[in-house]
Every structure is written in C-alpha cells, then in structure tokens.
C-alpha cells in the first residue's frame, strides 16, 4: 500500500538570514512562482506576502533590528534587505526550503487590542523580494 506524502500547516520554521524567527504564527500568501503571460511576453511576477508573528519585547532580536531599520528608513527608497527561509518540515524532517533574497518590508500592522481577549498581539509584517528559490529535499536541482 503506497503511503500518503503530505505536509502539515504547522510544521514550519522561518529563518532570517541565518537566526531562527521565534513565534512566528503563519505565512500569508506565499507565492513562490506566478508567470503572467500576455500575447508575445511573459513575465514571472512577484507578489508580496506577509509574514504574522507575536510581539516581541527585546529590540536586539534580529527581527526587531529589521523593523527598526525600516521604521527609521521612513519614504527612502532603499529599504533594508534580508534573506528569509521558509522551511516546511514533516514530522520534524525538512522537505522543502524556500529562500527569500532581497526581502524588504512595506507594511507593518497589528491585531487588534482588545481587553477582553487573552489572544497574543500579532505582528503582521508585509514583505516583497528580489527572488525566491526553491529547493527540494534530497534533490541538488534548485528552482528560482
């Protein structure tokens, strides 16, 4: 009997650059690939995604750097850049990693504050990139 290969929604961890990104709750809208084609052209698109995760109070946290230097970036149009990886795991055992080159931040919200709620304040973060490749567990081959 063949065995059923599939990977749950909660097995992941997200990396910037090299630190593991604690608490991160979810990835929103990941698109890894989306070609747009027209008559004569054909473009791969890069849709942003969002990144939602908890508040965190240490301003040293890699993360929290990265948020600063936005922040303090205001309308430059250079932002500050990362690399992010996205890694799904199954049953504790990589078998996909997406890398994230060029990851900027155009938006920073939050969930709603709300006394009577004993939910965790998120941090829902807005990322765009320069590209994404994507790499298979256990195959050499990579795809950008």
Known sequence: MAQIDSLSANEFQVYL????VPGVFR?????PFKLEVRP???NVVR??????KMVQRDPALPFNRWLQETLAGKQ????????LVIVAL?????SRRWTVTGAW??????????????ELVEEVV???????????????????
């Open 27 to 31: 990835v929103c809208g990941f698109i």
């Open 105 to 118: 931040i155009s938006e920073i919200s939050y969930s709603d504050f709300n006394s009577a709620s004993g």
């Open 17 to 20: 650059n090299e630190d593991v």
């Open 90 to 94: 199954d049953d504790g055992v990589e």
């Open 40 to 42: 004569g052209v054909s």
């Open 76 to 83: 430059d149009i250079v932002r500050p850049t990362r690399t």
């Open 126 to 144: 807005t990322i765009h990139f320069d590209d994404i490749q994507e790499t298979w567990a256990g195959d050499q081959l990579a795809k950008s």
């Open 47 to 52: 849709e942003p995604f969002k990144l939602a």
